[in-house]
């Protein structure tokens, strides 16, 4: 079993940045491929960003304003969001699957989540 927690959401003006985590315990992070979904209200969950060792995946619309890191040695993944939009505002959920992928039913293990809200 793994769970994550997630943290570091919050309220941004457009073109701020927010760094959000999502510590882990039960297991060690490096043996899974962690993603980063996000869903709003009335929209389902999509992708952001994943990452397995150094391999990285992004949501074209994220693509230049996040990136998604790992500390191991923290059993910690970070999510650097820079250049928010109001559109980007959702909850923001971590997830850990034994692969890399985009797809959210590949994910095993899922966080409860943190708002993130950009104003305009």
């Known amino acids: 079993q793994v769970q994550l927690v997630e943290s570091g959401g919050g309220l941004v003006q457009a073109g701020g940045s927010l760094r959000l985590s999502c510590a882990a315990s039960g297991r060690t992070l490096s043996n899974y491929g962690m993603g980063w979904f996000r869903q709003a209200p009335g929209k389902e969950r999509e992708f952001v960003a994943a990452i397995y060792d150094e391999l990285t995946l992004y949501q074209n619309s994220v693509k230049g304003r996040f990136t998604i890191s790992r500390d191991n040695a923290k059993n910690t993944v970070y999510l650097e969001m820079n250049s928010l939009k109001p559109e980007d505002t959702a909850v923001y959920l971590c997830?850990?699957?034994?692969?890399?992928?985009?797809?959210?039913?590949?994910?095993?293990?899922w966080g409860q989540g943190t708002q993130v809200t950009v104003s305009s």
């Open positions: 997830a850990a699957a034994s692969i890399i992928t985009k797809l959210a039913d590949r994910y095993d293990y």
